[in-house]
Structures are given as C-alpha cells and as structure tokens.
C-alpha cells in the first residue's frame, strides 16, 4: 500500500468515526429536546401546585398526647430559669428532640446581662418600731433550685418610711389619689398585681416620687373563691405564693440596645446601662406578708373600686399604727451569663428562601408548667409531626423555623438577639411568626391576639379542629360564638418581629377556666406553684394541649404550602378604616378639616389598591401559570405590614418601629390602635400646649404617608 493510499484509509476512518460520533451526540441531544417540554411541564405544575389539604388530617392524625406529656414532664422537673446549667440542659434536650423528629437543628449562644438575687444577702419588707426595733419581716418559701421571690433588674436599695397603698399603681390611680391631695413623694407604695405591666407599676411609682414599691397578688383576683380554695386542691394561688418577674421596659440585652449580644459587641458603660433600669427597689411578696403590713395602715379607708379581699379594713394611708416604718430591702446584681436559642427548621421544597416561624420561650422563673412549657409542647408536638411527613416524602412549599427561646422572662432577651442578629435577611424572607407562650392557660376559649392580615389564617385552622368540648362543630364555631379578639400588643417573643420588623403576628392561646376565672394568665402565674400538677388540674387529658398542636399546625401549613400566602387582605382595610375613624373621632379638632381629608384620601388608595391585587389574585387562582408573577404577588402580599414601619421609631420608645402594632406605651401588655399617640395624648389631657398639637400634627402625617405607602406597595 502506497504512502497516500494509506493516507486516505486513515482519513476514511476518521471520517466514520467523527460521523458515528455526531450521529450519537444527534441522537442524544434530540432525545432531550424530545422530553424537555415535558419535564418544563412537570416543573411549572410543582411550582404552581396548591397547597396538599389531604395533609391536614395527616397532621391531626399523628398527633400523640403521650409524646406531649412525656415532653411536659421533662421540661418542668427541675426550674428553668435562663442563665443557669438547668435552663443549659432544657435546650439541649430541646435540640436533640428536633434531630430525632428529622430537623436541622442548631443552638446559637448570646452573652447578656441578667439580674438576680445576691446570694449573701435576703431581699425583704420588715416593719419598724417607732424604737427602731424589726417586730415582722416577710418570708418567702423556696426549695431546691428555685429563686426567690424578686424582679429581675430592680435596683438594689435600702429604703424606709411611710407606706401608702396605689391600688394596681396605674397612671390612673395616681391621678386618683392626687385629685385626693395624697402625696406619694418619699414614702414606700405597695401596688396590687394586675390589669397591667409590672414595670408600668414601677414607673408610674417613681414619677409620682416614691421611694420603692412592694408588689403583691391580692386573693381577690388571684384566689376568687377564697383561701381556703387554693392550690394544691385548685389552681388559685395560696396565701404564700408570690409573682416573679421583670419590670424593665426596655426590651432585650439591656447593654447591647440595637445589636446582638456576641462576644465582640460593644457593651454599656455602667452608667449608660442604669440609665436604662429601673430608679427605685422593687420587691414582690405573697398575700399573706401583704396582710401583715396592710392590717397596720392608717389614714382613709379606699375607694370601693379598690378594695381586695383579705380580711383587713383597706386604707390608703400614708404611714402605719403606733409610728411604725416600712423597711424595704433590695439586693440584685447584674451578671454576664450566657443563653441558649435553639432553632429547628424545615427547608421548603420550592420557596426554600421565604421563611414561616413558629417560636416560644423556653426559660421559666421555677417550673413554668403554664408559662411557657404549655406552648413549647405545643411547638414540639408541631415540630414531630411534620418530621413524620416529612419522612413519608412531604415536604411544604416554603421553610419553617421552630424557635425555642431563651431568657424570655428577662425582657424578651433570646428573641430580641436573634432578630437582631438576623434582622437584614428576615426583613426580606420572613413570611410570618406564630408565637404559642403559654398555650393552655386555661380550658374555656382561645384568647386571639393577631394582626389583620393572619386573622383568618386562624378562623379556617380553627375551623378544621373539633370543639374538645363537643358543643359546637369546631373550635372556631365556638369561638365565634363570643370570640375574644385583642390587639397584639406586648408581653412575648412576638414583639421584635411585629413591632421591629413588620412581620405578621399571631398569637393564640386557650384561656380562662370555665365557668370560675376570667383572666388570660393563670392564678399560679411565675410562682413555686405552677408545676406539672398545676397544669395537669386545668388540662388532665391534654385536649386542649392536642387542640392547641392542630390549630398551630394547621396555620403553619396553610401559611407554608399555599401558592399563594394566605393573607387576609380585606380584614386589614377594615381595621384600617375603623382605626382612622377612632383617631378621628379623639384628634378631629386638632387636626382639623385639611388633614382629616388627606387621612380619607389615604385610606381610599389603600381600597382601590387592595381591589386591583384582590383580583390579579383571583385570576392567578383561577388561571395563571406563571410562577414568578404569583411570586411578585407574594412579595407584595410580604411588604404589605413593612409599609408601616418608621425607622426612627415612635415617640417615647424608638425600639418599637410600627405605627400600628406595638405596646401601648400606658401598659406594655396591651395593644392600642396607634401606640404612637399614647404618650402625646398624655402630652395634651395634662399641658395642652401649641407644642402637644405639633406633636399629634407630625405623627398623623406619618399615618397618612404610611397608608398611601401601604398603597403603593400593593400596586408597585
């Protein structure tokens, strides 16, 4: 074979293959093109898919109240309280009991400032002869790992003189006895506990000039039907029991204010964090030290509206029988401890970016059965379900975080860091928080705290749950048939997501106890009391435990898995319109004519907006296949409650940034239509000045720019 005959061959065969190879990579790349419609086909209809409600009954179904007690039981055998080792132990169980339900979970750790008791030291109330002789001081019992009786971040102090009794120490009990020409300057106070924050209490104390202030739980609203009828035979307070608590208004690291708690943070110098704190001592003592010191008092008897029911003639004073004194003695430190949150989460299959949270504190002041372990079983118990689906192949649309949070009872502290740590990627990711605190309080109703735009969100789970008492088809027809519906307000783990971030809020709660106690919290709340026993009296069979899991689990997978976030968009044009007409009706005058058009010009931006998403929402449901417009309308439906944010906060506390819902300034509980008001309003029923008219003047015109924002964003 010649050179170029041998040549050719070569060529020849290179030929065949180079054809062979392009016949191949043909046939393979046309084998794709062949299918990939059909996998484009498959993929748009997972990402336009509706949420499963098949899933619901899955969730009730596998609901165990075996697994929730044995969780009860654990988490309430020792106290809990936030700082120490056996608060350190509760989280670790915490997490580990995520890992086996088939989360991810992790603990992340914060080094804050607490306050406790001094160890060398007793905290008391005693009286004073005239001599200077101690005939009575109070006692309080306390066993084991359980911290006295006291309120974390009082001052410590040591005060004597008059005693006058406040009432509940509202603003409007001073007012009262000021109308009275009763001076509260240089004398000791002693306040009853509730219809109000105990750090309300201690402020309104001070400002009327008081030296300290003894707090006590008074059987008339703590043990009802008497005391003789109280624990351990009924879930009524006993005549030793007393109210733990903290009385700080300021929320979170009291010296980290606005960032988190971390190793390298920069910390307050001593005196910027006691400008921070409470200014006079505190003390909470039981009913029956309260006698003591009560059966002693001169001056006036009280109003009827302010009488309690121990067995003693009440009298306002100022000072005791014979020249007696009180003694008030306070010793508290701040400490450095170290916290511990524990987040389990689910990764969404679709929106794996958007983020619905489930959150409660897990710290207590002793054994915490009511406050908070009622809703942390509840959370558990979530969390172990959708672990069970999660392992039968379900997974939501979107990623669901279980927040376990510590030092709750310090001033929201493990929540407060988070959000702070956290805060640049929820403002933009965060679906909506669901907070379970103290989840069975009670056996009667459920008390609903909740943002407009969630309320629903409520009604249709509540509505898929039977009614534990069998009356009415479900619990939402019994609810509905005297719904308890509140303002959010303050009080737990929900404020730094609502109030700071503009996160949808929601927070349900069984309450009150049929037919023999109307208040939202238990008798035995933050004492030795309330134990395993306590809860077991007001939930034996853990129905309303188990009622509690469905209605949160069945939330969590409506705002999870819907195409489309659930929000109730109606609901909050008409709080909208009744807010402004409540706002009119106490500032009309001083707003005048010109304003108040511009308030109703607002709020019909608001409506014409909120129509034109209402029905691009309708024709995505009923026919749209596009994924990202859905998604745009979810991100519309997501800045909706941002829009009424102000970044400089609101007047008196600029921690809060939320025209609508945040803690009313008078009592840090509660929630009013505008908290910004509250203290302008003050500002105008006391002085009445050109300047209390600018103030109101400013702070409408935020409301007014906010609504047309709130517009805006619907229609952006």
């Known amino acids: 074979m010649t050179s170029r005959e041998y040549k050719k061959v070569i060529w020849t065969a290179l030929l065949i293959l180079l054809a062979f190879i392009i016949g191949v990579l043909i046939g393979y790349f046309s084998r794709t093109i062949v299918f990939q419609p059909d996998s484009r086909t498959k993929l748009l209809d997972k990402l336009n898919r509706e949420g499963d409600n098949r899933i619901t009954q899955k969730l009730f179904d596998k609901i165990d109240t075996g697994q929730i007690d044995n969780n009860l039981r654990i988490l309430t055998g020792k106290p809990r309280l936030a700082g120490t080792e056996n608060n350190r132990e509760s989280g670790d169980f915490v997490h580990r009991r995520f890992l086996q339900y088939g989360l991810l979970s992790e603990t992340i750790d914060y080094n804050v400032t607490l306050s406790y008791p001094d160890k060398t030291a007793d905290n008391y109330v005693s009286v004073i002869e005239e001599d200077g002789t101690e005939t009575f001081k109070t006692v309080a019992i306390v066993e084991g790992d359980e911290v006295q009786p006291y309120n974390a971040f009082s001052p410590s102090g040591n005060v004597m003189g008059n005693l006058v009794f406040v009432n509940y120490a509202r603003e409007s009990d001073f007012q009262k006895l000021k109308s009275m020409n009763l001076s509260c300057s240089g004398t000791i106070v002693i ?49 030793d029991g007393a109210q733990r608590g903290n009385i700080v208004l300021n929320k979170g690291d009291q010296s980290t204010p606005g960032y988190p708690a971390k190793e390298y943070s920069y910390r307050l110098r001593e005196h910027e964090l006691n400008s921070r704190l409470p200014k006079i001592p505190c003390l909470p003592i039981s009913f029956s030290n309260a006698y003591s010191l009560l059966s002693l008092m001169t001056g006036d008897q009280v109003p009827d509206e302010w009488k309690g029911s121990l067995n003693i003639t009440y009298r306002i004073g100022p000072g005791l029988t014979n020249k007696r004194k009180i003694n008030l003695k306070v010793s508290n430190t701040l400490e450095y401890r170290r916290i511990f949150n524990v987040i389990g989460k689910i990764k969404g299959e679709l929106e794996p970016d958007r983020y619905v949270m489930l959150g409660n504190h897990r710290d207590a002041w002793v054994y915490g059965s009511i406050d908070p372990m009622s809703g942390t079983i509840v959370m558990m118990e979530t969390a172990r379900v959708f672990g069970q689906l999660l392992k039968e192949g379900w997974r939501p649309r979107r990623s ?56 629903k969100v409520f009604e249709d789970a509540s509505d898929k749950v039977p009614d534990p008492y069998g009356k009415y088809n479900s619990v939402y027809e019994a609810w509905s048939s005297h719904p308890r519906l509140y303002k959010m307000g303050g009080g737990s783990d929900h404020v730094p997501f609502l109030a700071g971030l503009g996160i949808p809020s929601m927070y349900p709660k069984y309450s009150y106890l049929k037919d023999i106690w109307d208040s939202t919290s238990t008798p035995l709340y933050h004492s030795r009391y309330e134990n395993y026993h306590a809860f077991k009296m007001i939930d034996p069979e853990l129905k309303f435990a188990k ?31 009744n807010a402004v007409e409540e706002l009119l009706n106490h500032f009309g005058q001083v707003v005048g004519p010109k304003m108040e058009e511009w308030i109703h010009r607002s709020v019909n931006a608001f409506h014409v907006s909120a129509a034109r998403l209402k029905s691009i929402i309708a024709a995505i449901n009923n026919d749209n296949d596009d994924p990202l417009y859905a998604r745009q309308v979810n991100d519309k439906l997501l800045w909706l409650e941002r829009t009424f944010l102000i970044g400089e906060g609101l007047p008196g506390n600029s921690m809060y940034k939320h025209l609508l819902h945040s803690p009313d300034s008078a009592n840090y509980y509660g929630g009013v239509t505008f908290p910004g008001l509250g203290g302008i309003t003050q500002c105008i029923d006391i002085q009445n000045t050109t300047e209390c008219h600018m103030e109101i003047h400013k702070h409408v015109a935020k409301i007014i720019q906010r609504i047309f924002d709130a517009s805006k964003t619907l229609d952006s």
């Open 191 to 239: 306040a009853k506990y509730g219809k109000g924050f105990r750090g309300n209490k201690v402020k309104n104390a001070y400002e009327a000039g008081a030296v300290g202030i003894i707090l006590y739980s008074d059987p008339g609203d703590y043990s009802p039907s008497g005391t003789n009828s109280t624990y351990p035979n009924t879930v009524f307070l006993p005549n």
């Open 400 to 455: 669901v975080l279980f927040c376990s949070w510590d030092a709750e009872e310090f001033g929201l502290v493990g929540s407060f860091e988070w959000v702070e740590d956290n805060s640049k990627w929820l403002t933009s990711q965060a679906v909506a928080y669901i907070n379970v605190d103290s989840a069975v309080s009670g056996n009667d109703t459920i008390h609903l705290k909740t943002v407009p735009l969630l309320q």
């Open 547 to 577: 009622t509690m899991t469905s209605i949160i689990s069945e939330s969590i997978r409506n705002l999870a898995d819907s195409r489309i976030i659930p929000f109730d968009i109606d609901r909050y044009l008409e709080y909208i319109s």
